[in-house]
Structure formats: C-alpha cells, structure tokens
C-alpha cells in the first residue's frame, strides 16, 4: 500500500478542509496528485468510530481519493457503523436500502460497510443485501488498498480479522470530522472488560495501548497546527498501559505538551479510575475538569448481573474522592433502563443515586439485548418494553431537572471558554465550551476572535443545554 507509514504526522499533515478542496488535488509531502475519486464516508457511534473515520479517510486520501459531501458525486460511499443497541443497526439498514436506489442509478458506484457492524455480522452483509461491495472490521482499515482493487476488479471483499496488535500509531488522521479547534486522539482500542450486555468486546476485539511516544508527538503535532483541544479516546482509558507508562502519566505527558492545550479524555471506568489520575488532573490547569463515569444503574445487583465490577457504594465513593480531589468537576455518565430482571425498587436506586450525584448531563438509553452477549445467553429480556420506555422517561426527566439546575447554579460565574466559532444560531454569536464542558454562547460585541482563542466570559442566562453570557475585558 502506499506510504502511510512513512509519512508519520507530516508538516502538511492533512485537513478535511484541504481534502475537500482537493476535490481537485489532494496534497502530500511528496507531490500534488490529482484526485479522480471521490469518497463519501457516513459515521455512527462513539468518538472511537469517529477518530477511525479519520484513519480511513487518510488511507483512501493516500490512494488518490477526494472527499464529498454529496454522495450522489461519490465513487466509493463508506459506511463506518456501529452495533451498540439494535437502532444504531436498523438506522445502517435503512440507509442500505436507499443506497440499494443510488446503486441503481450508478451501478459502478461501491458501498462498503465498515466498523463495528461489519465486524459483527460480516457475510450477512452480503449475503442479505445484494449491494455490498466491501465490509472491513475495526482493525483492518490498513488492507482497505487491496479491499479496494478486488471490488474494481468486479469482486466482492472482506477482511474482518481483529488484531491484538494494531493501534494505528503510524497513520497520520486525516481530520475528517474537526473544527481545527478540537481533535481526538486514539490512545488504545477494543476492550478487555466483559460488561454482560455490552457487544464491544466482540465488535472491537481485545484491549492494547498505543505507545505513549506517538502520542505525545501527534499532541505536539496538533498545537504547532493551532489545534488547542484533544480528547484522549478509548473504551476504558484507566487501563492504558505501554511499557511502564499509566493512563495517568500518560495525562501528564499530554499537559506538559503546552499549556494552551486543553486534555480531556474518554471514557473513565468506575472500577479502575485511581486517585493518582485526579492528582493529575487538580495539578495541570489545561487538563479539563471533567470526567464521562458511566454509572449504568444505581443498583448492587443489576451491577452484578451487568458484570461491571463496583457497586452502588463503590460508584458513590469514586464521586466523593472526585470532588475532594476537584471539588468543581463536571461530572456526566451512561445510564440503562430496564436491564433483565430490573424491578421497580432497582430502578428506584438508579434515581436516588442519580439525586445524590446530580450529574451535569447523561445519555440515557432503554437495554437493547445484542445477540452472542453474556447477558443475551445468561440472562432474559424480560422488562416489557412499555416499561423500559417509561423507566427511561423518567431517568430523562430527572436528569433533565438535574441538568437545567447545574446550569443556572453557573449564572454569575466567569469561565474560560475556548472559542469554536460562530454560535449555530446567529453569525453575531460566539460559540465554545467552558473547562466543564458546557457550550458557552456569547455577543461578538465587535470583537474578532478567532477559533482557538481564549476568553473570558460571565455567565447570564442558562437553558438545560447552553450557557449564554457576556465577554468580560
Ligand atoms: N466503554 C464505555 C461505554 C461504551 S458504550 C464504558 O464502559 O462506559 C456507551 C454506552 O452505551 C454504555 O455506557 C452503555 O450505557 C450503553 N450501552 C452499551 N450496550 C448497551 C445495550 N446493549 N443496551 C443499551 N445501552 C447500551
Ligand atoms: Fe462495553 Fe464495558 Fe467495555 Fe465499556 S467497559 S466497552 S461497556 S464491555
Ligand atoms: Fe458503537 Fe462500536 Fe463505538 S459498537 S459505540 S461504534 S465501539
């Protein structure tokens, strides 16, 4: 294949932007090529999916692929999905079924199904539906160049092979998804955890960490290209491990990096984030204060069944030593309604835990069962649906309360606020997030920020989703 390897974190290191222009050329460090192909790549699921939208969109870039926006103009349309619950299947479906119509219009068009769904259903991809060109598991995006020739050459093709070793270290992201502000970084993937729903495991294969060395450079890399953000991704960050190096000297690494880049990461493991991540996190002031702490259920017992590896009080005690630790961390967490064998009393405990916590925010979602999971074999679905859906109703409601006093309790405050750009409602608007997280809207007033700049701003006004404020001088 062509020379991912050699080109690592180049000075000219790719943007979307530069991509989309090079719907006429694609630039390298070695030439000018023309692009005569053109990708279309639709991404579902967690960041994780996203930061390898990124990894592919590199790869295809190297081969002299253009990027578009309109997937009627595309040669080759990438779907990178997700299998968590069984909507984010049934939405891949359905869109399948209207490329089944573009197919028909375009019959050299390719479609690929990529990511975890690929990983999980493999042949019944194309076996099922006739128009699947390619299907590439998680860790196979590097034989995508040979994927690619077989399915020109008029065959159909497949790689799904997990690898206990492939991070991606050496393949520079194309930065498919970013605002120039923001980037993630991918510090380890799939996951040795076997949480019993979760289809994870399975989809994304066991865990590995990528050596600290290319991260800390790719970090250094995004500043000198003016990001000002990263997100350190992976399925349980606490059990980064490379050679001696912890997830929280790895933390440290990264704040040293520079001092105007902010660090977050995701996502935090109740069972294994330590004291000595928090010392870290309260020592560097551009390390966010912030932690994602997916709680799943307020009760012991579903816990178990959910093979989660804490309890109720265990949870409640890694909230007492973040706040001692960071006394205004942002906190947010997962939450599942009607697990098997949840009774009305459990699913009580998940409200009262979250009262005691107040959670900043929370993605809140009714068990889906996936099929070959611990708990699809253990255990049975048996939570009607009418009563997972009104369970989640009410974790939202209250989460939603809870949401919407977090934001007032910040009316009055002076945040940092990193800007992104414009407010998605008015060009007179400002628009970043606050060290917690939280989407800050502000008056230009005259002034010319750019994104990437610091301000400060005083908080007056809040919604359950945005803060509104004026610049302070
Ligand atoms: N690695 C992360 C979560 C990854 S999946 C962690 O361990 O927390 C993101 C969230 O999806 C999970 O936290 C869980 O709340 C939800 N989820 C996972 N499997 C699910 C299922 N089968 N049904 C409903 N929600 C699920
Ligand atoms: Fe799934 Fe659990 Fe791993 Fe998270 S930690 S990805 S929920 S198995
Ligand atoms: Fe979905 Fe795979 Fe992420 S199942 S949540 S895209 S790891």
Redesign the pocket.
């Known amino acids: 294949m062509s020379n991912t390897t050699s080109k690592f974190f180049s000075p000219l290191q790719k943007t979307i932007n530069e991509a989309l222009q090079g719907t006429a050329y694609v630039q390298n460090e070695n030439s000018e090529k023309k692009t005569t192909k053109h990708a279309f790549i639709e991404t579902y699921g967690?960041q994780m999916n996203f930061s390898d939208t990124e990894i592919i969109a590199s790869i295809l870039s190297d081969l002299g692929y253009g990027f578009t926006q309109q997937e009627q103009e595309a040669d080759l349309v990438l779907i990178n999905t997700c299998s968590?619950?069984?909507n984010a299947e049934q939405k891949v479906w359905n869109r399948l079924k209207h490329l089944k119509y573009l197919k028909k219009q375009k019959p050299s068009l390719m479609v690929g199904i990529v990511g975890c769904m690929a990983e999980r259903l493999r042949y019944k991809l194309l076996d099922e539906e006739q128009l699947v060109d390619l299907v590439v598991g998680p860790d196979a995006y590097r034989s995508l160049p040979t994927l690619l020739q077989e399915v020109e050459s008029g065959q159909r093709a497949v790689n799904v092979l997990l690898s206990r070793e492939e991070t991606y270290a050496d393949i520079a992201p194309l930065r498919y998804h970013s605002n120039g502000v923001s980037a993630f970084i991918s510090i380890m993937r799939g996951?040795n955890?076997m949480?019993s729903?979760?289809?994870?495991p399975f989809t994304r294969g066991r865990e590995r960490s990528r050596d600290w060395q290319s991260i800390v450079k790719e970090a250094k890399e995004l500043v000198e290209l003016g990001y000002r953000e990263v997100t350190l991704l992976?399925?349980?960050v606490d059990s980064y491990y490379y050679e001696g190096c912890t997830f929280a000297d790895l933390l440290e690494k990264v704040a040293l990096v520079d001092s105007r880049l902010r660090v977050r990461f995701?996502?935090?493991?109740p069972k294994d984030i330590t004291d000595r991540v928090l010392e870290v996190m309260a020592g560097y002031e551009n390390i966010c204060k912030f932690i994602?702490?997916?709680v799943?259920s307020g009760s012991t017992r579903i816990l178990e069944l959910m093979n989660?590896g804490y309890t109720r009080e265990w949870y409640l005690d890694k909230i007492e030593r973040i706040r001692y630790y960071l006394p205004n961390c942002g906190l947010s967490?997962?939450?599942?309604a009607g697990?098997c064998s949840e009774t009305e009393e459990e699913h009580q405990q998940t409200l009262s835990l979250m009262e005691i916590v107040r959670f900043d925010s929370a993605?809140?979602?009714?068990?889906?069962?996936?099929p070959g999971?611990l708990?699809a074999r253990k255990f049975r679905d048996d939570v009607p649906e009418t009563v997972k859906k009104r369970r989640l109703s009410e974790i939202i409601d209250l989460q939603n309360q809870h949401s919407r006093e977090s934001n007032f309790r910040d009316i009055g405050k002076v945040f940092t606020v990193l800007v992104e750009g414009d407010s998605k409602r008015s060009s007179a608007d400002y628009c970043g997030r606050n060290d917690q997280n939280k989407m800050v809207v502000f008056p230009k007033q005259g002034t010319s920020f750019k994104s990437g700049d610091y301000v400060k701003v005083k908080i007056t006004a809040a919604s359950s989703a945005t803060l509104l404020g004026q610049l302070q001088s």
């Open positions: 967690c968590i619950r069984e996951c955890n949480c729903f979760c289809v994870v992976g399925q349980n995701s996502t935090s493991h994602h702490l997916p799943q989660r967490t997962d939450i599942i697990f993605f809140m979602f009714c068990y889906s069962e996936r999971t708990a």
